[in-house]
């Protein structure tokens, strides 16, 4: 007799726990998003501290880590108010920008799992060469003479 109440206790404890599990699981699935990792490198492989990520449709951008030059998210929130989740199957545009860098537009097809992108941008060339300004005289501008210099 109290084999068989202790088996009755058991199978309730189950019963209550399992479909709990079951239930606390499938809204964290409906409301979360795929990870997606984005990391940004310059030509040598070393990460861009200054990167910024942007969706084109997104108002924001978002900075990536100054240390690994990494960026994550699983949604991404529009300037009407709607959530962007990334989900698997979608494809994804990001646009990363940094100083000193080109700009670079790229789609990713978002995976169910090992979302991680590797970005290389290259560096912009620019001409060391001084540029000279020209003078632009306005009409009150009248030229300066010479002055002597006062007697000492």
Not at 24 to 30: G, H, I, Q, R
Not at 100 to 129: A, C, H, W
Request: no cysteine; proline share 9%; aromatic share 4%.
């Amino acid at each position: 007799m109290r084999s068989s109440m202790l088996l009755a206790v058991l199978v309730m404890l189950v019963g209550l726990l399992v479909p709990g599990v079951a239930a606390a699981a499938k809204p964290a699935k409906e409301t979360e998003g795929v990870p997606v990792r984005v990391i940004v490198l310059d030509a040598e492989r070393g990460p861009i501290s200054t990167a910024v990520i942007r969706h084109p449709l997104e108002a924001d951008r978002h900075r990536v880590n100054s240390v690994d030059g990494s960026w994550e998210a699983s949604v991404l929130y529009m300037p009407d108010g709607s959530e962007l989740r990334f989900t698997p199957g979608m494809t994804l545009e990001l646009e990363i920008s940094a100083p000193g860098f080109m700009t670079q537009v790229f789609q990713y097809q978002v995976r169910k799992r090992k979302n991680v992108v590797e970005l290389s941008l290259p560096k912009i060339e620019m001409d060391d060469t001084t540029i000279e300004e020209p003078v632009i005289s306005f009409g009150r501008d009248l030229p300066r003479e010479p002055t002597e210099a006062p007697p000492q």
